[in-house]
């Protein structure tokens, strides 16, 4: 389906049949969410159905790139090296991408009758998850967390859990997990935290959360010294009558 008078973008507009040669769209929203990683490359998807003619792209008020038709292209800083444009699609894609990459981009050309723009959210790669348990009242409290060095959009990180004890059902979107003490504790659940893009995963047992019970080897110590007492007691009876005849 082709029309000059509107272009099709995915998560930005809701076009209708077409009817004389012309698209009905409804905007959806001001700028199509897009996710990068740190040192990982993303691609804007201008999904043009038409040629185009001249491009400019441009990050908040900055250039990124310019291409006029007939003319080379032009590459500003930071991003010479980093980039490459598709001249027919005007897809954009950024290579070795930074936190500082991080703004609302912009897709302008005379061949569209709107301009187009992406929100770029670049995450750290994720750490592990760290996993601290307590004992309270007959229950292990799991608490899985980000380590707090992490600050990359910390927001918009989720958590979820395998636990493959029945009760666990309870909580399995959150970040603390409660386990029944009377559950087979020597099962092993997993903690996953994600975001839009990555994920990672740190696995406990629980029986490591429940301190070890001392108290029957502290009543096996304490009897074998009074049985040894009794045993000396007997015998010195014994052989003092033994004298005695």
Known sequence: MESSKCLLQLGRQRC???KNDVISCEQLSSAQSVFGVVNKSVTFLTASSTPIKDILWKKG????????EN???????PFRERILLNIVTGDLTIFNLSSSDEDEYEFESTSIKDSI??????FEPLPSPTLNCTL???TVIVQCGIPEVYSSHRDLITYS?????????????????HVKKENDLSQEI??????ALLNSTSSLVLRTC??????????????????VIVLIVVFLGAFQRWRAE
């Open 71 to 77: 003319l080379d292209e032009s590459v500003y800083p």
């Open 61 to 68: 008020k900055d250039k990124v790139v310019e291409k006029e």
């Open 161 to 177: 859990w395998y636990c493959p004890l029945a009760g666990c059902e309870d909580g399995l979107e959150s970040s603390i997990l």
């Open 136 to 138: 309270i009242n007959e």
């Open 210 to 227: 429940v301190p070890a019970d001392h108290s029957r080897h502290r009543y096996v110590l304490l009897a074998v010294p009074l049985l």
């Open 190 to 195: 997993q903690c996953t935290i994600s975001n």
């Open 117 to 122: 723009k992406f929100s770029l959210t670049v």
């Open 16 to 18: 209708g049949e077409a």
